[in-house]
Antibody, heavy 116, light 107 residues
Framework: QLVESGGGLVQPGGSLRLSCAASGFTVSSNYMNWVRQAPGKGLEWVSVIYSGGSKYYADSVKGRFTISRDNSKNTLYLQMNSLRAEDAAVYYC????????????WGQGTLVTVSS | SYVLTQPPSVSVAPGQTARITCGGNNIGSKSVHWYQQKPGQAPVLVVY???DRPSGIPERFSGSNSGNTATLTISRVEAGDEADYYC??????????FGGGTKLTVL
């Protein structure tokens, strides 16, 4: 199970950190992702952290967002800086059990609103 | 970057077969995964690795992938299948890619 938290209202240019607590499996043994969905829009992949620690980002967030994990807390994070209106979305964390494959477990999502 | 193209909408009568396509350059060389998303809910994996089904997904859901088109086929469509469906692959830069999504309407 995955449970996200940390969403909320933030002003343009502001920062927010999302958390995704996992239970039933070990975050560090899987490829953990963030996927977002703007209101009324489709799914957009945001970032992945490999079990080995490598990190990749969508061009739209590169240099502004940072994915990380805390193995002791079995939790995934997404630090979002320099937020823009177009970053407003529901953010889901999702598990990829194999690497560059499918997302077999999703959280319920957390809503990020960017507005002044 | 790699682009996946899906039709915005597909309509089908109950009991009939729905086919949702996902187009991409030489997509047949990639593994394609499909998700179902109902309003207000997180996506659910329905087909992975082109044609495999996770446990708990009905046999009515199947997939294929060849050339420049992958297809999700839903046989004997039910009212409960009405949802948005997304295809997904990984590109050569280790970036995830989703199709734009297809809204399945059960008439």
């Amino acid at each position: 199970q995955l449970v996200e938290s940390g969403g909320g209202l933030v002003q343009p240019g502001g920062s927010l950190r999302l958390s995704c607590a996992a239970s039933g499996f070990t975050v560090s043994s899987n490829y953990m992702n963030w996927v977002r969905q703007a209101p009324g829009k489709g799914l957009e992949w945001v970032s992945v952290i490999y079990s080995g620690g490598s990190k990749y980002y969508a061009d739209s967030v590169k240099g502004r967002f940072t994915i990380s994990r805390d193995n002791s807390k079995n939790t995934l994070y997404l630090q979002m800086n320099s937020l823009r209106a177009e970053d407003a979305a529901v953010y889901y964390c999702a598990r990829d059990p194999r690497g560059n494959s499918f997302f077999d477990c999703w959280g319920q999502g957390t809503l990020v609103t960017v507005s002044s | 970057s790699y682009v996946l193209t899906q039709p915005p909408s597909v309509s089908v009568a109950p009991g009939q077969t729905a086919r949702i396509t996902c187009g991409g350059n030489n997509i047949g060389s990639k593994s394609v995964h499909w998700y179902q998303q109902k309003p207000g809910q997180a996506p659910v994996l329905v087909v992975y690795d082109d044609s495999d089904r996770p446990s708990g997904i009905p046999e009515r859901f199947s997939g294929s992938n060849s050339g420049n088109t992958a297809t999700l086929t839903i046989s004997r469509v039910e009212a409960g299948d009405e949802a948005d469906y997304y295809c997904q692959v990984w590109d050569s830069s280790s970036d995830g890619v989703f199709g734009g999504g297809t809204k399945l309407t059960v008439l």
